[in-house]
Nanobody, 118 residues
Framework: QLQASGGGLVRPGGSLRLSCAAS????????MGWYRQAPGKQRELVAG???????NYADSVKGRFTISRDNTKNMMYLQMNSLKPEDTAVYYC??????????????WGQGTQVTVSS
């Protein structure tokens, strides 16, 4: 129901853009967010956005990452600039989706690997 893409290997200081696509019979998406999990660490919030457009970021990525969404396409993006080795992790997208049935679901994407290394 959520498909993440765009990960890869990039040098320090480089950029990547992650995408997340929500599919199915969607009435609305209340919340969308990016999380990441590095080896041996807990999953952490990177950035989130509500349907009204408000956003929040982890302190570690403020000023470097930008979250955005296209409600017409049920898409979410994470533009990552000035990447650092410590940004290396599997990145997951998350969304709170209201289906046309009226039911609300909490979906997770499959994860996409981001590796920052020289």
């Amino acid at each position: 129901q959520l498909q993440a893409s765009g990960g890869g290997l990039v040098r320090p200081g480089g950029s990547l853009r992650l995408s997340c696509a929500a599919s199915g019979s969607i009435f609305s998406i209340n919340y969308m967010g990016w999380y990441r999990q590095a080896p041996g660490k807990q999953r952490e919030l990177v950035a989130g956005t509500l349907s009204g457009g408000s956003t929040n970021y982890a302190d570690s990525v403020k000023g470097r990452f930008t979250i955005s969404r296209d409600n017409t396409k049920n898409m979410m993006y994470l533009q990552m600039n000035s990447l650092k080795p410590e940004d290396t992790a599997v990145y997951y997208c998350n969304a709170i989706v209201v289906r046309t049935s009226g039911r609300r679901y909490d979906y997770w994407g499959q994860g996409t690997q981001v590796t920052v290394s020289s």
